[in-house]
């Protein structure tokens, strides 16, 4: 009898490690300590996957499976799945233990030590869901001196005909991101979201997600997401059919109490296995053909599952363990305690930190513009910020997760995934959003106590970090314009910034 194991993000039923399963094999699926807590997750993660766990093995099961599924508060629960698997070998005649690779490097490495340890042979067997395998990754980079994603992409659409014609990309052009900066209309409206209603294996893990983790950041309820292939399918169905038409157009833009935008929210759905990329990109694909959906909207779309995506997995596979360390700024001042609050005057912050608490989640230009790029701006020590975004988001697993903040959003390894830092000042902020009319602060008043700290705050940065950033030929214009400021300005921005640190409580000089 093989035992094979199938984690939290593994929901998928054509996964490697259930290939070729018998019913008289052991399949195992088990809630445990470890994964939940190695960082502390939002409660409305926990909830979605320990429901979407539970749904995937009654449809196991229901196909005729032998499943053993350990629930969080099963009293023999060891808390970790080698002790899990350790429990369940010693109690049948297990002769192999199969499993499909993990997507973190962490329990890689743990699993590469189960074998030995539980004295049983443990097949590893390749995650073959993506695109994309680390191998190929590896040798598109190798040779090349930066790795930029949009070369990857191209190559990613013609290995799979995407979008493609004989003659070259459709459209004539490989991307159009130049129509996808609108800012919001006013009076915009932007139609619902796709959402459910919880079951009874739902509101059994919200009971269950109450009593043990309440100590754990974020809202359990409204739970809206859906927990099994078919909600998921909808969920997909529902973001073609309303919103993916305007997903170009207003990618980057973001309104008040408008949290979803046009986006697909279907990131958490992708990457616990419940939706496939290719499908997600058949579907956008098909809609572009049929008419229902612009060109530069298509194409966004399709880039972030074909290229973003399988181009952040190719790197942090590639880079790991060197990856999690790295810390080019040397940036080392504490997360300011109202990410966990969204405490803060300025409203930007607090609106996306209070959504990412109501809703663990937040769409990417939040992620980047506003919360990545104040803890980018204001120096914060890696390290705490990635831990933030591993457990704030649904969506959020280490392999897509790190190179996001550390590359993406905090330039922390020094260009290999970002030709420049993703740094902003107030009027970006004010120019995609809403959010300025409501705030205590100006994004025009660059400094003194009615400024936005975004605006001294990046000057500070660049000031800061000159040495290291001059040589940046996309940064030319604004050292040419840092090297026009008088003295009494720069003074005036090192000033502001430190008045700034020492209201939130952060007193230290990096
Ligand atoms: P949409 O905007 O509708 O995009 C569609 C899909 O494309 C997403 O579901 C996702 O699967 C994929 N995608 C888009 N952008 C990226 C990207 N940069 N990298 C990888 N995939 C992408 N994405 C995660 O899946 N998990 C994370 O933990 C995560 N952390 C992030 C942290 C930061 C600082 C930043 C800047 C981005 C992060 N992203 C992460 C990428 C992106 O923001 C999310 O994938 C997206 O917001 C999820 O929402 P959505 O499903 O509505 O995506
Ligand atoms: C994220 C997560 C959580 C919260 N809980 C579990 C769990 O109890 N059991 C499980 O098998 N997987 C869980 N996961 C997902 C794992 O953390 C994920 O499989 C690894 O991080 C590898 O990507
Ligand atoms: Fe954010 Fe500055 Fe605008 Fe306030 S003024 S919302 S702090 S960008």
């Not at 939002?42 to 996957?49: A, G, N, P, R, S």
């Not at 196909?63 to 099963?74: C, E, F, I, P, Q």
């Not at 694909?285 to 181009?311: K, V, Y």
């Not at 990856?323 to 405490?343: C, H, I, M, S, V």
Request: charged share 25%.
């Amino acid at each position: 009898m093989k035992l094979r194991l199938v984690l939290g993000d593994q929901l998928t039923e054509t996964i490697s490690s259930l290939s070729g399963a018998s019913h008289d094999d052991l399949i195992v699926m088990c809630e445990v300590r470890d994964e939940a807590t190695y960082v502390k997750h939002h409660k409305k993660k926990i909830v979605f996957l320990f429901s979407a766990m539970r749904h995937f093995a009654q449809s196991l099961s229901r196909a005729g499976y032998s499943v053993h599924y350990v629930t969080y508060d099963d009293p023999e629960n060891s808390g970790s799945l080698k002790g899990e698997v350790g429990r369940l070998i010693g109690k049948h005649p297990v002769s192999e233990v199969v499993v499909t690779t993990p997507g973190e490097y962490r329990l890689l490495e743990d699993m590469k030590q189960w074998s030995s340890l539980l004295q049983i042979p443990v097949t590893v067997l390749e995650d073959d869901r993506f695109l994309s395998t680390p191998e190929e990754f590896a040798s598109w980079a190798k040779g090349r001196k930066q790795l930029r994603m949009e070369y990857f992409y191209r190559d990613m659409r013609r290995k799979y005909g995407v979008l493609m014609t004989e003659a070259g990309p459709i459209g004539g052009q490989w991307n159009f991101d130049a129509e996808n900066r609108k800012p919001p209309a006013e009076d915009q409206t932007v139609p619902a979201p796709f959402v459910t209603d919880m079951d009874q294996t739902t509101k059994d893990v919200v009971t269950l997600v109450k009593d043990h983790f309440p100590d754990h950041f974020g809202d359990i309820l409204p739970f809206p997401f859906a927990v099994s292939r078919d909600g998921a399918l909808q969920a997909l169905d529902h973001f073609v059919s309303e919103r993916l038409c305007l997903f170009g157009d207003f990618q980057d833009a973001m309104i008040q109490g408008e949290p979803w935008m046009y986006h697909s929210l279907i990131g958490l759905y992708l990457n616990c296995g419940l939706l496939t990329p290719m499908e997600c990109i058949k579907r956008a694909e098909a809609a572009f053909h049929d008419g229902s959906a612009p060109l530069n909207s298509t194409e966004g779309f399709i880039r972030q599952i074909l290229g973003w995506r399988e181009f952040v997995r190719g790197l942090y596979w590639l880079k790991m363990p060197e990856y999690k360390e790295l810390n080019f700024f040397d940036a080392n001042r504490p997360l300011p305690d109202f990410y966990w609050t969204g405490q803060t005057q300025m409203n930007c912050l607090r609106q996306c930190i209070e959504e990412t608490k109501q809703n663990a989640y937040a769409h990417h230009i939040q992620r980047l513009m506003v919360l990545g790029n104040f803890a980018l701006i204001a120096g914060i020590d890696p390290k705490q910020v990635q831990d933030w975004y591993l457990l704030v988001y649904a969506d959020a697993y280490d392999w897509v997760e790190l190179p996001n903040v550390s590359g993406m959003a905090l330039f922390a390894d020094g260009g290999l995934l970002a030709s420049k830092p993703y740094a902003a000042s107030g009027s970006y902020i004010n120019k995609m959003s809403d959010y300025c009319s409501a705030c205590r602060y100006s994004p025009t008043v660059k400094n003194g106590p009615k400024a936005c700290p975004f605006n001294y705050l990046y000057w500070d940065f660049m000031q800061r970090n000159a040495a290291k950033l001059r040589g940046n030929p996309r940064l030319g214009f604004v050292f040419r314009n840092m090297d026009r400021m008088s003295d009494e300005k720069r003074w005036a921005n090192g000033d502001d910034a430190l008045r700034f640190f020492k209201e939130i409580g952060i007193n230290e000089k990096i």
